[in-house]
């Protein structure tokens, strides 16, 4: 069992940054990919970003360049920096936890959710 936490979140106007970390309890974490996903109210939940127990990541296209994950594994905690905001960033923004190695673009592929931290991104 895995259990997620996520914080950072905020009010930030366009063109600022955030940093949102998610901790996890646990002592296998990095053996799981380590995924962030968002939702917009009234849309479906859509990934952003993940990086994989190799290490090796994949970025959703309307991110690539402008956000970047990080994982520090002694610390059980994956991190989204998250630069160049644009309104259309405004969603809950949430981690998740997967054993998988493909398949990681979709929410089904994840065990383990956070219960997410709100971003707002104000024009």
Sequence with gaps: QVQL???GGGL???GGSLRLS????GRTFSTYAM?????APGKEREFVVVSRSDGTTYYA???KGRFTISRDNAKNTVY??????KPEDTAVYYCAASTR???LSAASAYEYWGQGTQVTVSS
């Design 5 to 7: 936490v996520e914080s």
């Design 22 to 25: 998610c901790a996890a309890s």
């Design 35 to 39: 995924g962030w996903f968002r939702q």
């Design 12 to 14: 930030v106007q366009a």
């Design 61 to 63: 296209d309307s991110v």
């Design 80 to 85: 989204l920096q998250m630069d160049s905001l």
């Design 101 to 103: 190695y493909f398949g």
